[in-house]
């Protein structure tokens, strides 16, 4: 009979699936139509393989996670599980530059003591102390990059962002926690068109898609679309203009939403932009990042225009006030 | 054959969550119900309601779609809002070819669901 660990217990399942093994066992799993469709009891397999139709309906970056739906998985095989978003591993790892980008945001290139698996576009939790911790989008792509890459935006009174602005050097050893997020470029569709849609360091994600998709030979179009409020906002400018010259598919549009547009730069909000370009998103990949505000109404207006809902992925970067609140999405 | 095989089951719902999604939220009638929710989250939860509605499983609980509507009951969710989402769903139906008789099934299930929804 197969056994599931879930937070340093095992049980037998007895033919019983792993929500209700577990709620039955009284931890508190959270579910809703226990019929696989409403998603609320989502968990992630640590170890083991989960049955097909546990995964039934997920999107693709999320089977890539080993995602899966509690309330369909009957294991087959023993399996050890957490709740989707859970942090359980930590690892250690070197600061091998800091990096300026522009006046308020720093590359801050780590690497890791051991082998650290990720998607470029998910994000990790980087440790300022025990108690005291952020989560930042990786800008690097696996493939090609030795270091993993973060782009840490200076928030006033940021307990983290004030540290690493202001103590962090190269060298120092810090703890950070494995990846997580379902904001990520998956393989099988290469000639699918994909947005990419960003404000502030919601570029770092974006710009790790981008590479990772253009260096798995992508062949639709990938178009990227970057807003700040003013042009000192704005950076990896020559970075991404390379990538334009040199991709046919690939295209950069920096926006700026306060002041004229200029040489080099475009006067609009990248959504409205995006949209004028593009009206018709029937098919599309869109992948958000960045303001929740901006996040949150990009998702409504790409879907108004066509994208299915099962092909928008969104990284709204919350702002933390307190030290340990339990926020999963990167600032 | 139950009102679920005969719709298409799963991949009627796949087809139809998108398109009925849409409608409401272009919908003056109700769309500010929607206004401010997470997107990721409301698909899924779309696609769980045209499960039932189409007669599928699920295991959802009058108390269940009480507690889920209270705060838009609170915000002047009513009969009419209640009427414009079937009326939606019926129209998302039509787009889909699928037959009249399917329809006022899907209607009448989606109606089982009124006095729970409204906290009546």
């Known amino acids: 009979m197969p056994r599931v660990v879930f937070q340093g217990s095992s049980y037998e399942t007895d033919g019983q699936s792993v929500l209700d093994c577990l709620t039955t066992r009284g931890h508190a799993v959270p579910s809703a139509c226990r019929a696989g469709v409403c998603q609320s009891c989502l968990m992630r397999a640590v170890r083991g393989t989960v049955p097909e139709k546990a995964q039934t309906g997920l999107t693709p970056t999320m089977v890539a996670r080993n995602l899966f739906l509690a309330c369909q998985c009957f294991p087959t095989q023993d399996l050890e599980v957490a709740l989707a978003d859970d942090v359980i591993e930590r690892i250690e790892a070197t600061v091998s530059a800091i990096e300026r980008l522009n006046d308020e945001i720093r590359a801050v290139h780590l690497r890791p003591s051991r082998p650290f698996e990720y998607r470029s576009g998910q994000f990790l939790r980087l440790f300022k102390d025990a108690r005291t911790s ?12 030795d270091d993993l890459m973060l782009h840490v935006r200076r928030f006033s009174g940021g307990l983290v962002s004030g540290w690493i602005f202001e103590h962090l050097k190269p060298g120092d050893i810090v703890t950070i926690s494995e990846a997580f997020g379902d ?84 006067s609009a909000t990248p959504l409205d932009l995006a949209l004028k370009d593009n009206p018709d998103l029937t098919g599309w990949r869109v992948y958000l990042c960045g303001n929740p505000q901006m996040v949150n109404a990009a998702r409504i207006e790409t879907f108004l225009a066509g994208a299915a809902s099962s092909e928008i992925f969104a990284d709204p970067f919350l702002a933390t006030g307190t030290p340990s609140a339990p926020v999963l999405n990167p600032h | 054959m139950g009102l679920y095989e005969e719709i298409g089951g799963a991949g009627a719902v796949d087809a139809a969550v998108d398109i009925f999604y849409r409608k409401v939220l272009k919908d003056q009638r109700v769309s500010r119900f929607f206004a401010g929710v997470d997107m990721g989250k409301q698909a899924a939860k779309q696609k769980a309601f045209l499960t039932m509605a189409f007669g599928g499983p699920n295991n959802y609980t009058g108390l269940d779609m009480r507690k889920a509507h209270a705060h838009l009951v609170k915000q002047g969710l009513n009969d009419s809002h209640f009427d414009a989402v079937v009326e939606d769903l019926g129209a998302t139906l039509k787009e889909l070819k699928v037959p009249d008789n399917l329809i006022a099934q899907v209607a009448a299930v989606a109606e089982t669901t009124r006095n729970d929804v409204l906290g009546k």
């Open chain 1, 134 to 145: 952020r989560n930042y989008s990786l800008a690097s792509v696996p493939s090609l990059d």
């Open chain 1, 183 to 266: 904001c990520f470029y998956v393989q099988g569709r290469p000639d699918q068109n994909i947005l990419l849609l960003g404000t502030g360091c919601g570029l770092a994600p974006l710009y790790g898609i981008a590479r990772d998709a253009l260096n798995s030979r992508h062949r639709g179009r990938i178009h990227l679309y970057h807003g700040t409020r003013d042009v000192s906002g704005l950076y990896l400018m020559e970075q991404l203009r390379q990538i334009d010259a040199t991709h046919p598919n690939f295209r950069y549009r920096p926006c700026v939403s306060g002041g004229p547009s200029a040489d080099g730069h475009w």
